[in-house]
């Protein structure tokens, strides 16, 4: 973690963000509830269109179902193309943060950030790990969040890309030099094995599916994510 952190005791500024891709959707309700027992801080909620990826998973009406289990932030993580026609619609499910792709947006991206927070949400664009930040340096100053992809999108349990750190390091520079500590997110393949070396790089938003659900003491999972 470089400067800008400096000062603050690290695990404050680091939130752990389980994804809901990898709970049991019959039983969905109840496991937001064990997140949010289990210290989790924000809940990551992987929307797919099966259009801008191939699966489809669910839409804003689960955002609505989920918000009535907790009192967590709902993170929608928008894998859809034309986002700009979803994003109302999660805002008022009770979506807190909505990302959208710079791959989905075209020349239509500031534009789409600008709508989630005019519908009262956090906003952030995602980046997936063959898309260079150069893409989205011009939008920044619109985002509450980065969101980095450290595998494809579409699965959990994917391997992570360590490809992607050079891009963490560099948003995290990029945020020092103009003094503001904005969120970065990082998604996909996060295990206790690689956690602290993405912390390390700059990343303060952790997402992890697999490594949480398919942990048996999910509470030491989510306390080690934040810790190690
Ligand atoms: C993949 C999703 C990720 C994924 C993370 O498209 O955006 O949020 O579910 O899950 P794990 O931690 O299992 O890679
Ligand atoms: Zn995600």
Known sequence: ??????????????????????????????????LESCGADMIHCDVMDGTFVPKITFGCDMIA???RHTSLPLDAHLMVVNPQNQVRFFAEAGASLITVH???????????????????ARGGVVVNPNTSLREVYDCLDLCDVLLIMSVY???????????????????????????????????????????????????????TGNTVFKSDDMAKTIHDLRTL
């Open 1 to 34: 973690m470089t400067d800008f952190f400096e000062g603050e005791k690290m695990e404050n500024l680091i939130k752990i963000a389980p994804s809901v891709l990898s709970a049991d959707f019959a039983e969905m309700g109840a496991a937001v509830e064990k």
């Open 65 to 67: 179902a989920i918000r």
């Open 102 to 120: 710079r791959e989905a947006c075209g020349d239509d991206l500031k534009n789409v950030l600008r709508l989630i927070k005019n519908c009262g």
């Open 153 to 207: 999108p579409g699965l959990g349990g994917q391997r992570f890309i360590d490809g992607v750190l050079p891009k963490v390091e560099e948003a995290r520079r990029i945020f020092d030099a103009q003094g503001i500590a904005k969120d970065i997110e990082i998604d996909g393949g996060i295990t206790e094995e690689n956690v602290r070396r993405v912390k390390e790089a700059g990343a303060n938003v952790i997402v």
